[in-house]
């Protein structure tokens, strides 16, 4: 009980960088060894003492000590004289391409939560456009990197040095197919659709026409269908092709909540109780995924926990399945999900500090 | 410009009765005579001149005469003293299939929105479980009923006696689809999914543990997937089989709206220009159907219009489509169809009144 | 009934001026006469036969032509070609103040949405910092402006070549005290309290932080408490001190619609008939005021009406009373009253165009 | 550390009920010590071991244990054969008004969220009309009954035999004007003016016209206005007549919290240091107050927490001030504060499983 670790956050100012401050404050392993915060604010010098992390996070105040915090202007320096140990990026996709290097140089493990490290193709990767793309220090770093989805790669994860924090969407669509495709069962030739729909605080904090409150509100619209980033996440970790599945986002008027609706055909017909043993020994040992055997899972279930929720139902033939996944997107789709990774990576119990 | 037309509605106090009461009382045909307003209201005595509309529904509140109207306890010879012509059915299925035959005897025209005569294949209206099915008198009334979708069977409506309004779900895949199956686009044995999203108001006025606002707001939820009553009306519409469509509805933490996202593969690869020609061609001299062809259509674009808006996009290939369709539930799937269908009667320009 | 006139609209990308342009073109004394829209688009050319209206608010699409207008380059020129004889301003407040005076030179009549010359006492006005402020011609222009609230002013915007269309939330709170305050009812030695709540699109269409989805869904927030430039007005109209009113506005989670809550002491008891009478008398001939006499008026009444609702509850002293105010942030409150205002002007039936 | 207590909790089913369940399952001097959940579930029989807590409220699934947990049918005997010591009760008042004697006789200490027993003056209990109201039983049984607010009176709290835990509206008004009232800066004779607003869990979980979200949603609405039955204890506990306060609550469309807007005049112009100081004072030692001293509480960052959050604007003369106050109705509004006096109870840090 008594092992811990030095964390640091750099990126706390955004949703996921503030639901990871919450998290890592409460966290049992990490009693009074709170992270150490970094970063830059738009606008305002950080040089003297830095912000309260209250002032940019009002709900935060008193939680565990977090009155106290300060955000301070990041510096290799500042690191090194804190003993950080692990450092989650919740910064920008180019940001964590340039600087994951360097911190895996000086013996830093990294938790990223961007795109930057997540594909190991290179036409998957085409999407980011990444500057430093072809680079031999780009390649050494990316076959370093582990896709951290501990229901897949959970001994990988836990003697790695970078863990590259899955998206939300790829989270949700992989845990529901994962099971299925690998157990052989999915006709891929009929093709699997995913229609998946998130809430606002996954199209991040900048305020922009798509995020304003009379755009967003009383509206459901539908984006970057057949173009989404997380589709490559969904080849790579599935196997399966782009003429496979079709992936398609929506915006959802809510502020948080992943709901992913999933379409399969099997080749042969099914019952309730055979695609429920194939998820449930699956998912055997993964304490943050729940199944939903009777009913179907609902968003409300899964937003402010790190479960990810899966339920189905099968058509009269047992030929058709509709899995329903859900999940939180800022937790099991981000910041609960590199919480989860840090236990396995120090060893501890999957599920700490996340119930 | 001078004819016009008695009608009465029952059922106003639903929210597609209240949308009807609004759009017939600012009918630019139906000026100086509004709707005859007949019905019940549990617990409350209509006997002694009615209840006042305003009481009911107090947004309708000195709109064009509404604060004068009132809802008049139900009877034949009240619609017969008040010279109705045209009867609208906001009513549940059960009281619909058992109002309509008399209406017909009695020479009324019949526009029912509920879903007791919309479809013609009893294995289809099995789901209902209708009490008449099977009767003589059923099965006569049924062979007059016409669909009421404007833009597939304008001319039959024009002359109908009974026209069975459709379904606020169906309206929305239906108008997406059939101008593609029809033209033979679409590979069927792929088949298509309709991930549909509904506002509340779809569930009705009831107050449920589903209706309550904790339960739908922030929240998203799938229901009735493989076994919605809307299935039959894609059917029999679009002329596909049950083993070649799946539609799976869900209910948005909105008041009214509705988004379908429709799934296709196409038999041969299609451009952007061939699709469009087909949509075109097919809704042409249908004016409350908007192409989108720059762009997808949101829910907030066509809620509180007649408007169905439709927008698709193609994968690289070609060979697949997602098609958007949106409307809202209370107006082109509902209350404004209906007077859309009033205006077909009639030989009014289709969009009078709706605008 | 043939008498029409041509309109212009300055701003009709913002939320009141689409509101506007919806309203001008189902407007029935403006049929063949759409409004001629001019203005500048942030990054876009309007050079070449400018944007069209339906690509900057595309729920306006094909309503009653609005599919072939477009947004052309502003020019006083444009306008006299056009025959432009009344001027909407949805402007900025400093935009309004510029252009009026060359405006009314060129014998236009305008209706000015903005708080540019609504307040005649300097002093009120200071809170806006006008750089024109002291200059004979602003002196002169302002003498000019009729406050355009016609309850209360009917008589002057007749024949007034300036119209200053009140504030939203000015709107609200003027028409729930005007008539008791004028009857000297109201003991303003114990003070005025209005506490008003208002939907998010009154703080208009800049994406900040402010109206980003995550910071204005589920929330309430006070601001500008002492401080809204909507105080002004307030004082000017009702007739009362700084020291008799405290004004305090509240941002609500939903898109549209305001409600004031306004307590008062009389200064002889009161009952609710006594109450009602004066309001009744007072609202005679105004038709776009509803009186709630047996309950409270809601938001949702109001909203998407151009009718201001106004209810009272008395306690058991008749010495204390709440009145409740409510209205369309949007159509009452702003583009709604600019167009009630063109009817008085015109000498067209007040609600002409507005039920 | 290793002091524990059997808590049991009856009413589980409600919002308040759910709230508490997830509250001490996560406490941590509760660990392995989950609450007895005793109750009654409408058309369900409990007899044959109870209903799974996870199937009344899906989101708790698997969250410390909660999996295990069923709800049984209440029995005195059920309390005593698993050694309950602490009841709480978060059932309807007129259920906590019968019971709470014999739960008191039973040796039980009894934590009572409903206004059973919040009010020691009959005349403010007169709204809750008791049919035991006048009995020997029932006097006594008040006369052992403390308001349970901890931040008033955590001593007599923390001996007491029976907490009435306060009204959730009345948490939030209480403590933003005890401090000043008590400090003597009000001027009581122009009254106070407290405009509260709450999110819909306040109304209860059963499904009413009031609840639907077609009523809840996009609206705004007043209710009670004079007469809301946390009056009492508003007049009871701040120490004011019913001539020196109004009260008038609001429902607001969001899930849960509250913020409540307050107008008060002082006797002699404040500072914001001097009532800032006051604020400090009264509540040192306080660690669920949190004090906003340079901007105000919104409801967004007490939502989920058990925070109360207050602060306040001074008008320029210093003798008029509005205060903001924020909190989780749910939570510091019930729930949370139960659990705030079992820590007082216990001896335990007040914020012991709350942050």
Known sequence: MTKTVQTAIVGVTGYAGAELARLLLAHPRLEGKPPVLAGRVEGKDLARGGIPLVEIHPQLGDNNGASKLKMQPFSWELLAERGVEVLFLATPHEQSRAWVPEALQRGLKVIDLSGAWRLTNPANRAVYAFEDEGTEQAAATQAQAVYGLPELHRKQIATAKLIANPGCY??????????????????????????????????????????????????????????????????????????????????????????????????????????????????????????????????????????????????????????????????????????????????????????
Chains 1, 2, 3, 4 share one sequence.
């Open 170 to 355: 790829a989270t949700s669509v992989i845990l529901a197919l994962k099971p299925l495709v690998a157990a052989g069962l999915v006709d891929l030739d009929r093709g699997i659709i995913a229609d998946a729909k998130s809430g606002v605080s996954g199209a991040g904090k900048a305020p922009t026409a798509k995020t304003h409150f009379m755009s967003a509100a009383e509206n459901l619209s539908a984006y970057g269908v057949f173009t989404h980033r997380h589709t490559g996440e969904l080849l790579e970790q599935i196997g399966v092709s782009s003429d496979e599945i079709v992936f398609s986002p929506h915006l959802l008027p809510i502020p948080r909540g992943i709901l992913s609706t999933i379409y399969v055909h099997f080749k042969q017909a099914q019952t309730r109780e055979s695609v429920t043993a194939i998820y449930r020994e699956f998912f055997a040992g993964s304490p943050m995924v729940r199944l939903y055997e009777k009913s179907l899972p609902q968003i409300q279930y899964s937003v402010r926990t790190n479960y990810a929720d899966i339920g189905f139902e099968l058509d009269a033939s047992g030929k058709r399945a509709i899995i329903v996944s859900c999940l939180d997107n800022l937790l099991k789709g981000a910041a609960g999900q590199a919480v989860q990774n840090l236990n396995v990576i120090e060893g501890w119990p999957e599920a700490e500090g996340l119930r």
